[in-house]
């Protein structure tokens, strides 16, 4: 349940620096995503889906002592979703967007809004038959 965070260096020769502890409990989420600049401030973000389908946001901060901000609740429900990704800005406004594939199939797109408070926009549907893939990045 620990999280580590291995930052880059831009060298081919040696890519990451030594691993530095977020912290301990992470073992509670059953889906961790790289969620771009969910909050708008210039800075990555990352996502959590618990046990229990909440989706919490971890706002980044820049710094590697402490890469992240105290979670936040974006909603209940995720649950319904085999798959969660972050392919950057699909909509084309500026903002990370958030796909998500449901048991049956269906393709889902979360419009991010670039507000820490309500990250994402009500889905809007993309299509069906996205379970004939195995993995979506």
Do not use: E, H, I, Q
């Not at 409990?25 to 969910?38: F, I, M, P, R």
Request: proline share 2%; aromatic share 10%; net charge positive.
């Amino acid at each position: 349940g620990v999280l580590w965070l291995y930052r880059g260096t831009g060298k081919a020769a040696a890519p990451f620096t030594a691993r530095t502890k977020v912290g301990a409990g992470w073992n509670t989420y059953n889906s961790l995503t790289k969620a771009g600049d969910v909050s708008g401030d210039g800075r990555a973000d990352l996502l959590g889906r618990d046990g229990s389908g909440v989706l919490w946001l971890y706002r980044g901060t820049g710094k590697a002592a402490a890469p992240f901000t105290a979670r936040t609740k974006v909603g209940a429900g995720w649950n319904t979703y085999n798959s969660l990704v972050v392919s950057g800005d699909l909509s084309g406004d500026g903002r990370a967007d958030l796909l998500g594939r449901d048991g049956s199939g269906v393709l889902w797109l979360y419009r991010g809004t670039g507000k820490a408070a309500v990250p994402y926009a009500a889905r809007t549907k993309v299509g069906a038959g996205w379970n004939a893939y195995n993995a979506l990045s």
